[in-house]
């Protein structure tokens, strides 16, 4: 690993490679990249090589590849962005640690444990970076609420309420809908961050879980599209999270309720809005300074590149993702029977 970092550090830019010509991909993580300075966007890999040139036309990409090994074996590709289908992270993630390749890989990390855990040792064997995209650890507003708990500012915390019940944007509606064996579902895609998140708050990890899932008519057959978790943490917090494709007009939010106080944090888990997070206790209310930085992925990239460059930690290590995902798994295998 000491190595891998030694010649990136030497290296003036770090090149990265999109495996996946991903919504996300083109809207976040390219133009992340290329506001952090040091690195360049430089090529997509497709599995349809006719999307992956129109992808690279019009994300203004140098290279589109035509196969995952050639964009594997380019020289100028140090880091590589995996957001594919989520049944692809493991063998893509395991082939870019191969090419000796730095990977930072889409939420959920995969599908399944054994597929995860392969991940991180691949990665340790390989001494390349493995960080998992849970951004929302970077935003300032999630940042503040966990360094006021840090600080006693509501005293013990007993409780908190995590609420990510949104309206899948229409050019989304695609294979989370309907394809199971890709991880489609709500919890999968939304959950699995919930419970990342909580896990960053509370400093603390998930004990148990109790969950129930709906196919409220978004989604295909058989896929939940809607589901309410509540989970105990290990040191006997109580943690509700509400997850749907199907609220448009909810909003998003976290709450932390303390002995001596509560934290209400409104547009938590939205990306394209400035969160506002507001302390109540006995002397009333007020909001908490929110530093207003660069955008949730450039963070997540700068992370990711200190990680890379200097062994620092990356937002969300895979280590942070297998247990996500673990917790992830537990509610959607807790909720399976009867869902119809």
């Known amino acids: 690993m000491e190595a891998a970092r030694r010649d990136s550090a030497e290296g003036q830019v770090i090149g990265w490679g999109f495996i996946g010509a991903s919504t996300w991909a083109g809207r976040h993580l390219i133009p992340a990249v290329r506001s952090v300075p040091g690195c360049c966007a430089v090529g997509v890999f497709s599995s349809s090589p ?3 040139a129109r992808f690279a036309a019009d994300a203004e990409l140098p290279r589109s590849y035509a196969t995952l090994d050639d964009l594997l074996a380019d020289p100028e590709i140090e880091a590589v962005y995996v957001s594919t289908t989520n049944e692809l992270h493991a063998e893509q993630t395991i082939a870019a640690a191969r090419a000796g390749k730095h990977v930072l890989c889409e939420k959920p990390i995969a599908t399944g444990l054994a597929d995860a ?28 609420m966990r360094e006021a708990i840090a600080s006693g500012a509501i005293g013990e915390v007993v409780a908190a309420r995590v609420f990510h019940a949104t309206s899948l944007p229409e050019e989304l509606r695609t294979w989370r809908l309907q394809r199971p064996d890709a991880g489609a579902g709500v919890v999968l895609d939304l959950t699995v961050h919930d419970v990342d998140t909580i896990r960053f708050l509370l400093d603390d990890e998930v004990e148990e879980t109790v969950a129930i899932e709906a196919n409220q008519g978004l989604a295909a057959p058989g896929v939940a599209d809607s589901a309410m978790t509540a989970v105990r943490m290990r040191g006997g917090q109580l943690v509700s ?27 938590a888990l939205n990306v394209e809005s400035i969160a506002t997070v507001t302390l109540r206790d006995a002397d009333g209310e007020r909001r ?36 996500s995902l673990e917790v992830a798994l537990a509610v959607a295998a807790g909720t399976r029977k009867g869902l119809s």
């Open 117 to 144: 855990r392969r991940m991180l040792e691949e990665c340790e064997v390989a001494g390349v970076v493995l960080a998992v995209n849970h951004a929302f650890r970077g935003a300032p507003a999630n940042v503040a």
């Open 50 to 52: 006719e999307r992956g």
């Open 241 to 267: 999270f509400h997850d749907a494709f199907t609220v448009p007009f909810a909003g998003t939010g976290i709450e932390v309720h303390g002995t001596q106080g509560s934290l209400f944090c409104r547009e």
């Open 288 to 323: 908490l300074e929110v530093d207003q930085i660069l955008s949730l992925y450039a963070r997540a990239v700068e992370r990711f590149v200190g990680a890379v460059r200097n062994g620092s930690r990356p937002l969300a290590t895979g280590a942070d993702g297998l247990a």
